[in-house]
């Protein structure tokens, strides 16, 4: 499962460059993706909206095993 979660988090990146930030996946446990906000995404104050509503939304429409997505320092 880690690699589909790479593989889609690798088609959401680029819209992320686009505004200057970055994502980096961390890690997958039961479900729950962490990802590490980068450049402009890590002090916007958007990024969860982002998070939740990009990020997650994708990852679990893609993956079904996705529960949620957690952003970590």
């Given at each position: 499962m880690r690699e589909k979660v790479e593989e889609a988090i690798n088609k959401i990146r680029p819209m992320l460059q686009a505004d200057g930030g970055d994502v980096e996946f961390v890690d997958i446990q039961e479900g729950v993706v962490t990802?590490?906000?980068?450049?402009?995404?890590?002090?916007c104050p958007m990024s969860q909206?982002?998070?939740?509503?990009?990020?997650?939304?994708?990852?679990?429409?893609?993956?079904?095993?996705?529960?949620?997505?957690?952003?970590?320092?």
């Open positions: 990802v590490r906000l980068q450049g402009a995404c890590a002090g909206m982002t998070l939740k509503n990009g990020i997650e939304k994708i990852l679990k429409k893609e993956i079904p095993e996705v529960v949620s997505v957690e952003s970590v320092p």
